[in-house]
């Protein structure tokens, strides 16, 4: 856990110092995804993935501007809502 704490976080501040005005989708599996947004609310990897429920193929938003990081959205899943289920 903690190696990966590090691969991502070091990923998340190679995007931050970056990106300018540009859109950025990143892919990953769950806890990844969470220790990403533990970065930007400023928690552990073990806080944030055990604070957080992410449901599978949804959608968190992440504004990056000059004050640092901001969670502009959390596990959205409306866009699954049109998809047929068997």
Known sequence: M???EKRVVS?????RATITESVVVV??????I??????VLGLSAVDA???MHLDPASISRVHVG???PVLRSFNE???LASVNRI
């Open 27 to 32: 892919v990953s599996h769950v806890s990844p």
């Open 77 to 79: 899943t409306i866009h």
């Open 66 to 68: 000059g004050r640092g």
């Open 49 to 51: 993935g055990f604070r």
């Open 11 to 15: 990923a998340c501040e190679d995007l």
């Open 2 to 4: 903690a190696d990966m």
């Open 34 to 39: 969470k220790t990403a947004l533990g970065w």
